[in-house]
């Protein structure tokens, strides 16, 4: 029982405020796992990004009640962001990093550009298993995503694919989504 209790004083909680980011960055720690817990009745976006070009490593949507752990390496920063008109509750707790005792498996080839938007509409996206993203009007988003991975856009209730990443994309390019979402709708 009191270890329950001492583990509870050992979580932050933060209020995200509607439609806004909230980052949370360690700069002295060589890397550092989180643990989060949704206490909101609304999902919260929570991502590991880059320092040097904000660029998406990991991201997903936490639903409300759940808990997930994430693993920050060296060189990101863990961001929380909140998609509604209400505020989010989030608790977390921080596990230092561990140089040297990582285990190094086989890289996934990867490929990082932009998505941009240059509507002014919001385009909510799908990125299955990495994150659902919604690229606000006249904006660019980062992402580094494995090749093969499939970008979609939901229409009338059915998916539909926009892009699905190769090795052909050149590092750092920006793509722009309207000419994605017009070239899959008006493919028939």
């Given at each position: 029982m009191l270890f329950a209790q001492k583990r509870d004083m050992e979580k932050s909680t933060i209020i995200i405020p509607p439609k806004q980011v909230v980052v949370i960055d360690y700069p002295n720690y060589k890397g550092f796992g989180v643990k989060v817990w949704?206490?909101?009745?609304?999902?919260?976006?929570?991502?590991?990004?880059s320092k040097k070009t904000d660029s998406l490593q990991k991201g997903f949507g936490l639903n409300k009640g759940a808990s997930a752990s994430l693993l920050i390496e060296e060189d990101m920063y863990?961001?929380?962001?909140?998609?509604?008109?209400?505020?989010?509750?989030?608790?977390?707790?921080?596990?230092?990093?561990?140089?040297?005792?990582?285990?190094?498996?086989?890289?996934?080839?990867?490929?990082?550009f932009y998505l941009v938007n240059t509507t002014a509409q919001a385009i909510p996206l799908k990125i299955p298993g990495i994150m659902n993203p919604n690229l606000s009007p006249f904006s660019k988003s980062g992402v580094d995503l494995p090749i093969g991975q499939k970008i979609l856009l939901s229409v009338a209730g059915k998916d539909v694919l926009l892009l699905t990443v190769t090795d052909s994309i050149p590092k750092g390019a920006r793509i722009n989504v309207a000419d994605l979402i017009d070239r899959a709708l008006n493919q028939k």
């Open positions: 949704n206490k909101a009745k609304f999902e919260v976006g929570i991502s590991s990004r863990l961001q929380f962001e909140n998609r509604f008109f209400a505020p989010l509750e989030v608790q977390y707790t921080i596990y230092k990093g561990k140089p040297g005792k990582k285990k190094v498996g086989e890289l996934t080839p990867q490929r990082g």
